[in-house]
């Protein structure tokens, strides 16, 4: 992933408030957004939420709502958790808004005019709470496969896309484009997917069944199928019929990030149903694993979720969005406990990053007169730092690209390590007291740049602790942030500002 970047979350069932899963694949996004505007590309970024199904309307009829103030109300829940998390969306899309319902109909009516959907008749098993259909061998003892409920036989007149057409073209195509699918593991199962014939896909539901939905343009007594309407919000945002140049710019650069629980819908449904529309796929789809809370997917049916609000309410919203970065390896599933949460924050945070800024701002301030100390000459152990900091922006950059997340922050917390030995290591505090003060100039002033590069390109993950960082430096960034990647950009004679606790100790 270089250059600019048009970068999507899924768009979110209003049938429930957010939960840690949600957060998670938002805030990963918003990290990989900011570090991409931290390199000085474009970053376009996506969220929204999902409206119409089944779901939806079961969850107002369970409030005793219409379905769209179950939406309406939901929303709010949604962007007030977003806000908190100091989520740096772009855009911010409702299916139910008159954009998106205008380009569905417009994509419906031409796929209907160019013969790519039939009207047929569909006998199956359907899995309400999934909104999909199975085979009688996909069934495990009458059960969805997905999620083990009880699945319905229907038989039905609808609607179908000809999906099964591009099956051929699809294979071919994941077999030219090895990096469309990631991890590679998400790649390996969309392809053994594809091993099976590939059938049509239903795309509408009778009104009389459920009639929360967008309506054909071609046939009212229908609604659209909640996956094809929901897929089309990528194109919808990015200005599809509706502004040409953004859409342009944006299209070829768009990566969806997802969990594994939708990774055919939008590896298979989603290229398949772009190549009829007469569009690319995606550039890239990052599929992500899952937050288990005991050994249990969070859900909410399963009953065990976790609030964002929560979290970060308890230690901090940087805090959650850096623990959620660092703790689940891409491809893998990370367990959920507020144990592992609160002992990341001490060890990491506060007795790491947290430590460290305090003890240089109280270095500068009682050794230095309280500026940042000018160096006349550097030995081989202050080359060496500041070589592994301009090797750690590199690093850092690379594992973003393949949204190794946890490796950079990683490779971070190794040199904040090796930055609060170096301090230990040559002890400014007896060299002070030997009236060595060349020498204390010198450590305090690299270890507080190394500090300073550091804070930066942690700045993604924890935007406000790291501008407090800054502060107690007295360094501002003029300009553009990029240009605070280089070393030396702290001035002497900046004014350091003792503050509060960065990670205050939490029992
Ligand atoms: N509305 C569909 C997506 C349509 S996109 C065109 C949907 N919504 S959802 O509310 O169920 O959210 C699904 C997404 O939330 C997952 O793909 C994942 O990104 C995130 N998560 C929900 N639960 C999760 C975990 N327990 N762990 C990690 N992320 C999961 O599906």
Do not use: P, Q, S, V
């Given at each position: 992933m270089t250059g600019d970047c048009y970068i999507t979350t899924p768009i979110y069932y209003v049938n429930d408030e957010p939960h840690i899963g949600h957060a998670y694949t938002t805030v990963l996004a918003d990290i990989v957004a900011r570090y991409r505007r931290l390199q000085g590309s474009e970053a376009f970024f996506l969220t929204g939420t999902d409206e119409h199904g089944q779901k939806v309307r079961d969850a107002a009829l369970e409030n005793g709502l219409d379905p769209k103030t179950q939406a309406d109300r939901m929303v709010v829940r949604y962007l007030s958790t977003w806000k908190t998390l100091n989520i740096s969306h772009d855009d911010f899309i409702r299916t139910t808004e008159a954009r998106h319902v205008r380009l569905v109909e417009s994509v419906l009516q031409r796929l209907w005019a160019k013969g790519e959907i039939y009207f047929g008749e569909y006998e199956g098993w359907y899995c309400v709470p999934d909104e999909r259909y199975w085979t009688e061998k996909d069934l495990i003892n009458g059960t969805c496969p997905d999620c083990l409920r009880p699945a319905e036989r229907l038989v039905e007149k609808n609607y179908f896309f000809?999906?099964?057409?591009y099956q051929d073209w699809l294979v071919g195509y994941l077999s030219d484009h090895p990096?469309?699918?990631?991890p590679a593991s998400r790649k390996n199962e969309v392809q053994g997917f594809l091993r099976q014939p590939l059938g049509d896909l239903c795309i509408s539901r009778p009104v009389e069944r459920l009639d929360w939905g967008i309506r054909l343009p071609f046939d009212r007594r229908y609604v659209t199928y909640v996956w094809f309407d929901a897929l089309i919000n990528y194109l919808t945002a990015a200005g599809f019929q509706s502004d040409d140049q953004m859409f342009a710019r944006l299209w070829p650069n768009a990566t969806h990030l997802i969990g594994k629980d939708i990774l055919i819908t939008h590896a298979v449904y989603w290229p398949t149903m772009l190549r009829a529309i007469g569009l690319p796929p995606p550039r890239a789809i990052f599929a992500h694993g899952w937050w288990n809370v005991g050994g249990a997917k969070v859900s909410k049916s399963t009953g065990n979720v976790v609030r964002p609000f929560d979290l970060a309410a308890a230690l901090g919203s940087d805090a959650f969005r850096y623990f959620l970065a660092r703790e689940m390896a891409m491809g893998h599933d990370a367990d959920f406990s507020d144990e592992l949460f609160h002992r990341r924050y001490a060890g990491?945070?506060?007795?790491g990053l947290g430590n460290l800024v305090h003890r240089l701002t109280s270095m500068i301030i009682r050794y230095c007169a309280g500026v940042v100390p000018e160096v006349r000459s550097v030995s081989e152990q202050e080359i060496d730092l500041r070589d592994r900091c301009m090797r750690l922006v590199d690093s850092v950059f690379e594992n973003v690209d393949a949204l190794s997340l946890h490796r950079a922050l990683r490779e971070v917390e190794a040199v904040i390590r090796d930055l609060n030995r170096y301090v230990e290591r040559n002890a400014p505090w007896t060299l002070y007291k030997q009236g060595d003060f060349e020498a204390v100039r010198k450590v305090v002033y690299t270890a507080s740049e190394a500090l300073r590069l550091v804070s930066i390109l942690v700045h993604p993950v924890m935007p406000d602790k790291t501008r407090e960082i800054w502060q107690c430096l007295g360094w501002r960034p003029d300009g553009e942030l990029t240009e605070g990647l280089k070393w030396g950009t702290l001035r002497p004679g900046s004014t350091a500002t003792r503050r509060p606790p960065l990670f205050p100790r939490v029992e």
């Open positions: 000809r999906m099964g057409k990096e469309f699918i990631r990491t945070l506060a007795n």
